[in-house]
């Protein structure tokens, strides 16, 4: 079964995702962020600027290809045809379809835009409501 955990307050996602990303490359994860087309175009320049001297290498589900399948991080707009299923990252509003097929889901909450943290909550129901264990990181707690 999927384990779905919830890090919540992040004071900034998308900074929060790369610093993620590259604990779970480092651990021999592979991960896919699932979210809009802003929110891709936004992240991932940050991806490749992580620090001076770090970078995330990643590609775009729609790159396809050799590139799609040696990539470590996958930015995608939908859950088809990706070449693995490790962890999702969800940066959607929504509890994305198909997200069964990973071994981890990670939601990210804001810890002040309040629309964020109603979708997040609707999103936990939602996987409660299945049957989904929830685990629960309260980033302020790991400040």
Excluded at 90 to 99: H, K, Q, R, W
Aim: net charge positive; hydrophobic share 45%; glycine share 6%.
């Amino acid at each position: 079964m999927t384990e779905v955990a919830f890090h919540f307050n992040a004071p900034d996602k998308q900074a929060y995702v790369c610093r993620y990303a590259r604990k779970a490359l480092r651990h021999g994860a592979r991960l896919v962020v699932v979210g809009s087309q802003p929110v891709l175009a936004a992240l991932s320049p940050k991806l490749w600027a992580v620090s001076p001297t770090d970078f995330l290498a990643h590609a775009f589900a729609s790159d396809g290809g050799q590139l799609l399948a040696a990539s470590g991080i996958v930015l995608a707009q939908r859950l088809d045809n990706l070449p693995h299923h490790d962890v999702l990252v969800n940066l959607g509003s929504e509890v994305p379809a198909g997200y069964e097929q990973f071994a981890k889901v990670i939601e990210i909450v804001s810890a002040t835009d309040e629309m964020d943290r109603q979708e997040a909550r609707a999103r936990w129901k939602s996987y409660a409501a299945q049957g989904v264990a929830i685990v629960r990181h309260d980033l302020k707690l790991k400040g």
